[in-house]
């Protein structure tokens, strides 16, 4: 019996730890498209992002902005505020414009767009073979240039979209320098971090190595993969930041679940 009752106790105090621990650590919501007539796993209606805006803006959290994090993980500063979170968007859709900046503008909610910048100007090719491929226009370069950057910041989403879990070290290295090279040309004002497409990443870890390596030759600082887990501060390794996958099949309660617990197995 006393056995027992020490092994829930055990059980009780180690739970209590990791949601103590989860409640101090860093958000990264993960977004694509914002669509008012459709919502799906990667479309949430203008309306629910209204609201899972206003909730973060009520409910005790803190959205920083991606130099924020940068500067943080750099030691430029100390600490960041309490209950970090951090809004991005992955694809750079023209409806991020449309439907996501005005509201973003109206609650002072700073994000990141994450951008591949193979497809700027086109739409969202590399989902075409898919069975519910629906074509969605991406930003151009003039449309990128002019987002404010106290409130959007632009960041890397790989060149061509690619899978790095299924792509070899040259082919990394290659497409890491098409996706600076094309963001230079363009002159958009890009920061030092880095959205895994699909989060994918190598599963052998001397070729995962490899890639981290060739991010670090690329001037890349920050990785971020999905994971859905909250990330315990300080980061623990700067290229395997986890985010937490927003969908529009989520109710605001299960949002809420999400921002507050994040995965807890």
Excluded at 121 to 133: E, K, Q, R, V, Y
Excluded at 162 to 172: E, F, Q, R
Excluded at 250 to 256: I, N, Q
Aim: glycine residues 6%.
């Amino acid at each position: 019996m006393w056995i027992l009752l020490l092994a829930v106790l055990l059980f009780v105090v180690i739970v209590g730890l990791i949601l103590h621990r989860q409640q101090k650590g860093l958000r990264v919501l993960m977004y694509h498209k914002v669509d008012p007539v459709r919502s799906d796993m990667l479309t949430v209606t203008p309306e629910q992002l209204r609201q899972q805006v206003q909730y973060l803006r009520t409910g005790g959290y803190s959205v920083i902005t991606m130099p924020d994090l940068l500067a943080y993980v750099q030691g430029q500063r100390l600490s960041l505020p309490k209950r970090p979170v951090l809004v991005t968007f992955d694809d750079a859709y023209e409806n991020n414009l449309t439907y996501a900046l005005p509201i973003l503008k109206e609650h002072q909610t700073p994000a990141t767009i994450f951008v591949p910048t193979a497809y700027i100007g086109d739409i969202n090719a590399w989902d075409s073979g898919t069975p519910s491929f629906i074509a969605d226009n991406l930003l151009t370069a003039e449309q990128l240039k002019g987002l404010s950057p106290s409130l959007i910041s632009l960041a890397y989403h790989s060149h061509r979209h690619i899978n790095y879990k299924h792509t070899d070290p040259a082919g990394i290295r290659d497409d890491l320098k098409e996706n600076k090279q094309t963001a230079q040309e363009m002159a958009l004002p890009m920061v030092s971090a880095f959205a895994y497409p699909y989060g994918g990443r190598p599963k052998k870890p001397v070729v995962r190595q490899q890639m981290y390596d060739a991010m670090v030759a690329a001037g890349i600082q920050l990785g971020f993969r999905i994971g859905n887990r909250i990330n315990p501060l300080p980061i623990r390794h700067p290229f395997d930041i986890n985010r937490i996958d927003i969908r529009g099949t989520d109710s605001l309660s299960a949002f809420k679940r999400k921002v507050r617990w994040g995965k807890l197995l």
